[in-house]
C-alpha cells in the first residue's frame, strides 16, 4: 500500500504544506527539503500519479483578516464594505470565498498558514490594517499567489492595494487650514499602525506647504476607537492642556470621540474648534454637526484586490504592483462651510 502526503508529513516532521510544495515541485521549500520529500516518497511508495490529478483550478480565494491589537479592524464599517467589495469580486470570478482570522500571539500561527496552503486555495487577500514588517515574513514566502491589502512593505514582492493615506490627509489639512485661517492640531492614533503613520506624513506635509512650524503643532494622541479617544480627550481637557482651534484626525472615530468630549465641556463644534477626519463612515454623515471626512472608497479597493489576485492566478501579471486608491473630500457641518 503506498504513502500518503499526510503520513510522510508525519514521518518526516514536516508540515503537509511543505510536503506539498516539495511533492509539485513548487517553491516554498528548500532544495535540500524537496529533495528528502521527494527521496522518501520514492522509497515508500508514493503514487505520484497523485499530483497529475491535481485540478488545475482551485475553487476558493482565502481572506486573511491579521488581527496584531485591539479592535482596530475587526467588524466595523471599513471592515465590512472591504469584505463586500471583495465577495462581489469572487462571485464575478466564480470563486467560493474563504474567511480566516490569525492574530498575532496565539498558538499555532504558522499551522494555520500552512492549512490554508494545503487546502487548495488559489490564492490569498491579505488585510494587513494591522501588520508590522515581522509579521509580513509569515506571509512572504508562500507558495501561492498573495495580494496584500490596506498595508504596503517596501521590501515585499507582491501587489498591494491600498488608499493614498498621504494624498487624503493633504487634501483634508490644506481644506481645514484654508477655511480656518489657523494652525491645525493633530488627533492622532495611540497605535502605531501604518496607515495612520502615512497619514501623519500628509498631515506634516500640508503644515509645512503653508508655511508653519511642525514643532508648534499641537499633537494629542488617543485610542483610534470613539469611546476611546472621548476619555483621552476628557482627560485631556480637563487638565487644561493646550488646545490648537482647529484638529486632523487620524480616523473618524477618534475625530467623533474627540468632538463628543469638546461637545461635553462646553465648546462648539465648528465654531470653538473645527475638526475633519478619515474613513468617511456611515456614522459621518448623521452625529451633529456632520464630520467632515475623508472618503475611502472601500467596497471598491477589495474588489480591485481580487481582481488583481485573479491576474496573478491566471498568469496574466509579470510582476507585482502598488496600486493606491485616490480618496475624496467629504465637507459636512464640523468645519465652517
Not at 528528502?36 to 485540478?55: C, I, P
Not at 476607537?225 to 480627550?233: H, I, K, L, Q
Not at 496574466?316 to 464640523?334: C, N, W
Request: proline share 3%; net charge neutral.
Amino acid at each position: 500500500m503506498s504513502i500518503t502526503a499526510k503520513e510522510l508529513a508525519k514521518m518526516l516532521n514536516l508540515s503537509e504544506a511543505a510536503v506539498s510544495m516539495a511533492l509539485r515541485n513548487k517553491p516554498g521549500v528548500s532544495t535540500k527539503t524537496r529533495r528528502l520529500v521527494q527521496e522518501a516518497a520514492e522509497k515508500n511508495g508514493y503514487d505520484f500519479s497523485r499530483v497529475a490529478k491535481t485540478h488545475t483550478r482551485a475553487s476558493h480565494i482565502t481572506f486573511v483578516v491579521y488581527k496584531r491589537q485591539g479592535a482596530v479592524v475587526g467588524e466595523t464599517p471599513f471592515f465590512s464594505e472591504l469584505s463586500e467589495g471583495i465577495v462581489t469580486a469572487c462571485e464575478e470570478a466564480d470563486y467560493k470565498l474563504n474567511i480566516a482570522y490569525i492574530h498575532k500571539g496565539d498558538n499555532g500561527v504558522q499551522h494555520k498558514i500552512d492549512e490554508i496552503v494545503y487546502s487548495g486555495c488559489a490564492g490569498i487577500v491579505l488585510l494587513g490594517t494591522e501588520m508590522q514588517a515581522e509579521d509580513i515574513l509569515l506571509f512572504a514566502g508562500l507558495p501561492i499567489p498573495l495580494v496584500l491589502l490596506d498595508a504596503y512593505f517596501d521590501f515585499l514582492e507582491r501587489d498591494c492595494v491600498l488608499i493614498n493615506n498621504t494624498q487624503g490627509a493633504l487634501m483634508a489639512t490644506e481644506h481645514l487650514i484654508n477655511r480656518t485661517k489657523v494652525q491645525p492640531g493633530y488627533l492622532r492614533s495611540s497605535y502605531s499602525i501604518g496607515n495612520f503613520e502615512e497619514r501623519g506624513d500628509g498631515f506634516y506635509k500640508a503644515v509645512r506647504r503653508h508655511g508653519m512650524s511642525v514643532s508648534k503643532t499641537v499633537v494629542h494622541k488617543l485610542t483610534p476607537s470613539t469611546e476611546g479617544a472621548f476619555a483621552d480627550m476628557l482627560e485631556i481637557l480637563e487638565n487644561g492642556e493646550e488646545l490648537a482651534a482647529c484638529y486632523f484626525a487620524d480616523n473618524d472615530w477618534i475625530a467623533i470621540g474627540a468632538m463628543k468630549a469638546f461637545q461635553k465641556k462646553g465648546y462648539r463644534v465648528p465654531e470653538d474648534v473645527a475638526v475633519i477626519g478619515f474613513d468617511d463612515i456611515p456614522m459621518a454623515s448623521y452625529i451633529e454637526p456632520g464630520l467632515s471626512t475623508v472618503h475611502v472608497p472601500k467596497k471598491y479597493m477589495g474588489e480591485v484586490a481580487v481582481k488583481r489576485l485573479t491576474e496573478v492566478i491566471d498568469g496574466g501579471a509579470s510582476f507585482p504592483v502598488k496600486i493606491e486608491i485616490a480618496t475624496q473630500l467629504k465637507k459636512r457641518q464640523s468645519i465652517k462651510l
